[in-house]
């Protein structure tokens, strides 16, 4: 059908004008790039350096030559980095230097990451496939050279299966340590266990840097996990997003109980950005899980997106009118014109759903929540995390956190100590410090309070 024109433009002016009025405002965190999406990103990869999943230097120098909203500019400076490190990475003897190898294996694998992050609109492009087996090469290479290898496998689900990296803490580490139960010494210790997702584009090894190492090095196991939408199965099983997240979430469970290195009492779950309604979900099922910790608490994010973008889309939408929605939405997201972090969202939306459809697409994320009803199933604690300046779905931590009673506990993370943006970008150090010191309280016992902010931890 043909675009009715006026409303395209009408559109395209609103969301613009929009975009520019929010770029407008001073941002809490010094600015990399003039577009806003870039600038979040290079936000993200400059985070991976706190647990070596990136250099600031190799970052740095990356954001000073690529063009603002330029995607084919983004994806060669990273690929160039990628390949760089990769080269450095491979010519070290790993026998006698693994620490280096491992290090440099690590931050190939994350430009690769990088590299691909805004192809997805264009499902036929080689690149999106021949980059994750780069980056998947390449942080297989460095987990096997960690003082402690990590353990892949793939466990069985309903009709998909779930990748999983285990992660074994050091028995020497756990002794004594907070939230380890005190057990005999001379038998394998059985620890506990945190399973950690993420949401709507991050991968399994980049949690790896944002929390992964921190709960290993606190004598606690780590586990990562994908389902479907997310960056492998997508890739390799060529499923979208589904809302029964819990049979993502259950074998792993069944996994970790046939383990005699994992405490079944005290497993947990963490979801970042989108798996902040996706563990939280997960859990209204899965009741062996002895805590849920969502970063940041998002209860709907198709109700987040249409709050974002207006009433004229948000109109459109209700409207039901299928055909004409997808037109414009496609027309948008084909627009150069239009704000990156708007073309990105429906190009990665339409991807990591496995729709041709924006409509399509929409709907099935609406039915994607962590609502009232949903949350009345859930029976363990849950950490709710807010960032100050996090403006992705405002309100809805705190509207979480309410709805699950008793059970949450609430911690409004602070711009002026620069852990206010989304997921804490940049702070992990207080992400963790502040949830996983929570967690182990929850697992020894400890009485805490409803709201941590400005908290003992």
């Known amino acids: 059908m043909l675009l009715p024109s006026a409303l395209f433009l009408a559109l395209g002016v609103y969301i613009a004008g929009t975009n520019a009025q929010g ?41 000073s030559q690529i063009k603002p909203g330029d995607f084919e500019s983004w994806y060669s400076e990273f690929k160039f980095l990628a390949d760089a490190i990769h080269t450095k990475a491979a010519a070290i003897d790993s026998k006698r230097f693994p620490v280096s190898a491992r290090e440099a294996y690590f931050r190939s694998s994350s430009y690769y990451r990088a590299a691909d992050f ?37 466990l069985k689900a309903t009709n998909f299966s779930v990748p999983v990296i285990f992660f074994p803490a050091s028995p020497e580490v756990a002794r004594g340590a907070a939230g380890v139960r005190k057990q005999n010494c001379t ?30 090095d606190r004598g606690w196991n780590f586990i990562s996990y994908e389902g479907p939408g997310q960056p492998t199965v997508r890739r390799q099983q060529d499923i979208g997003f589904i809302e029964n997240w819990w049979d993502v979430i259950t074998p792993i469970v069944d996994y970790l109980h046939t383990r005699d290195d994992v405490d079944p009492e005290r497993i947990a779950l963490v ?50 009118d299928a055909a004409t929605f997808d037109a414009v939405m ?12 708007f073309r990105w969202l429906i190009g990665q939306g339409l991807w990591s759903f496995n729709t041709t459809s924006p409509f399509e697409w929409l709907t099935e ?41 008793n059970l949450s506990t609430y911690n409004l993370f602070k711009t002026e100590l620069g852990a206010g943006e989304h997921c804490q970008l940049g702070a992990e150090a207080q992400l963790n410090q502040v949830s996983l010191d929570w967690l182990a309280d929850i697992w020894d016992g400890i009485k805490v309070p409803s709201n941590l902010t400005d908290g003992v931890y």
């Open 23 to 63: 770029a407008s405002d001073t941002s809490a965190i010094y600015q990399l790039s003039s577009d806003p999406e870039f600038a979040f990103l290079f936000e993200e990869y400059l985070a991976l350096s706190n647990n070596f999943g990136a250099n600031t230097g190799e970052v740095l120098r990356a954001a």
């Open 118 to 154: 805004f192809l997805h609109s264009n499902w036929s492009d080689p690149r999106i496939n021949t980059l994750w087996d780069l980056a998947l090469a390449d942080f297989d290479a460095a987990i096997k050279l960690l003082p402690i290898p990590a353990e892949q496998a793939s």
């Open 365 to 405: 994320l609406g039915t994607i929540v962590a609502d009232a009803p949903v949350l009345a199933n859930v029976t363990c604690p849950v950490f709710v995390a807010e960032g100050q300046d996090d403006s992705s779905a405002p309100g809805q931590p705190v509207e979480m956190a309410h709805d699950l009673g």
């Open 330 to 341: 496609l027309n948008l997201m084909n627009n150069a014109t239009i704000p990156t972090q």
């Open 187 to 216: 038998t394998k210790p059985k620890l506990p266990t945190v399973i950690v997702g993420t949401g709507y584009d991050g991968s399994q090894q980049a949690v790896y840097h944002y929390m992964g190492r921190s709960i290993v």
């Open 271 to 320: 979801g970042m950005s989108f798996g902040g309604t996706l563990a939280p979900r997960a859990a209204s099922r899965e009741h062996r899980l002895s805590a849920v910790l969502a970063i940041n608490g998002l209860m709907n994010m198709a109700e987040a997106i249409f709050k974002q973008v207006g009433d004229p889309l948000a109109s459109l939408f209700a409207s039901g």
